[in-house]
């Protein structure tokens, strides 16, 4: 833990704090980490046919700030999309046609 005085105050401010020298979390494919600022940064994968819905490896507990998807393949034809479902949830979407893999993350608190 790093604290700093403050004289205005009279008092001690935290300013960061370490957890066991690093951050809490899971380092799964399906993963997350409580970053020390407040907000939980998760990741993944998911096998889309037109559209799938992905329960994330965490709610969060406020608010989802976004998500973003990355195709698991160079390059693929047709639409691609993701809706913030819920605070648990995130919808993938994509009109290629047959079954696709895709990377996703997701930031919030």
Known sequence: ???QYSAINSVWNE???AFNNDFLGSKSTNGYTYLPNG???QWGNAS???G???TLPVTFPNNIFNAS???HKTSVSGAES???TSTSQITIYHSAGGTE???WTAIGY
Request: charge should be positive.
């Open 82 to 84: 993701v809706a913030l």
């Open 101 to 103: 893999i895709y990377l």
């Open 39 to 41: 907000l939980i940064f």
């Open 15 to 17: 300013i960061t704090r």
């Open 69 to 71: 998807i990355t195709h």
């Open 48 to 50: 889309v046919s037109s």
């Open 52 to 54: 799938a819905t992905v």
């Open 1 to 3: 833990i790093v604290l």
